[in-house]
């Protein structure tokens, strides 16, 4: 009687999350990478995870599984087929996700940005010179000459990084099945106790040799995390942050209050804010799409008046740090800081690596960004102006705490031992 009730119990707990369109249905049903199957949902493979099998191995099956799954033409389909009929809704399909270099070889990508480059940048008639050159190939759209262009200065390379192979997943089997686990085991745990992004094998020993190095600079001069310029980026919404779980209205009686959130009238700010030292320089606002060229502008802009009151004696063992974002990545950025911080600097890239997925490493994570946010939606947000001059004012609030930045840099150690403690592996439980 009571197996048969845990398998019920079992049964309810997988309908309810196939009832929704989510990751795990399409996962346990084996149409990961294929079509939507019409009809019927399939439930060959839920079979075995309802009593016998574990969640990680279904899904790893399901996903290396063949069921609906379409196969793309090959490099010679693409470019034997120029005729009207083959560019279809079909054509369309099957390039969905094919990069640049699937569809054209490298001389034919030279090719087309020698065209662009003869025409002085003007796309059309780039295209124009392109089609009367090689009327037998495939003409490229106006827009890929300009792309072209922009991923060889941007990246050196026809194309950037990661291009066409989507976002990649942020978690892995293993930890959605141990994030299932700890909410079966207690119902009422807190979504921010499970959600974590996941590391990947990699990422265990960059964070742990990251944080060696970090503490050895300690041991040299205790006075290291004062000289390390720790900078990030944050981006301000209208909506900003919106809890429904923990927003409370204590009443004897029903006062039936709202919250606004979803405007039709969007606006947002992206602010990056450096910490050096005892000072909180910034936030200073960014353009909302940063690119490497804009990213290499503002630091020649703004690194000469961060180092305006550092002595000229700490100068020279001053280390920036910033984490791995794209625009970080950039060429430009980072010939920038090679001079301006020779063999100084912490980053994607850089003399001295930045483990990725590291957000729980640097202090405006950790602490600024979200202290300063919950200051600034502490009421609505009217207007862009208004979302400004809230983000000076607290910005100010929170530099004039007295003995902050110590604690600050006190943390920051404390995190590193506990990251070398745990493996490099998460510690915020361990904190």
Known sequence: MMLKLIRKRKKNWLGHWLRRNCLLKDALEGIVNGRRVRGRRRYRKI??????????????KAEIGKIGERSLPSKETLRGHSDSSFR???????????RLCDMYSNQELAEIHFMYGKADGNAALARRLYQERYPQRQ???RKTFVRLHYRLCEYGKFNSPGLGRGRPRSTTPEVQEEILEAVNMTPSISTRRVALQAL??????????????????????????????????????????????NQHVWAYENPRAIVPSHHQVRFSLNMCADIIGDRLVGPHV????????????FLENTIPHVLEDTPLINRRHIHFLHDGAPAHFSRTARRYLDRRFPDRWIGRGGPIAWPPRSPDLNPLDVYLWGHLKSLVYSSPVPDLE?????????????????????????????????CIQAGGGHFEHLL
Request: aromatic share 10%.
């Open 47 to 60: 079979d075995d995870i309802k009593i016998y099998k574990s969640y990680a191995e279904t899904k790893r």
């Open 88 to 98: 279809g809704e079909g054509y369309i399909q099957c390039c969905v996700g094919v």
């Open 139 to 141: 003409c490229p759209d």
């Open 200 to 245: 990947s094998p990699a990422d265990y020993p960059a964070r742990v040799r990251f944080c060696q190095w970090f503490l050895q600079q300690c041991g040299v001069n205790s006075n290291f995390p004062a000289l390390v310029l720790f900078t990030d980026e944050a981006q301000f919404t209208r909506d900003g942050i919106t809890n429904f779980h």
């Open 286 to 297: 960014l353009v909302n799409r940063l690119t490497g060229q804009a990213y290499t502008n």
């Open 386 to 418: 208004s979302l400004r001059n809230r983000i000076v004012a607290c910005s100010e609030d929170i530099r004039n705490t007295p003995g902050v930045w110590d604690r600050v840099r006190r943390s920051m150690r404390h995190r590193c031992e506990v």
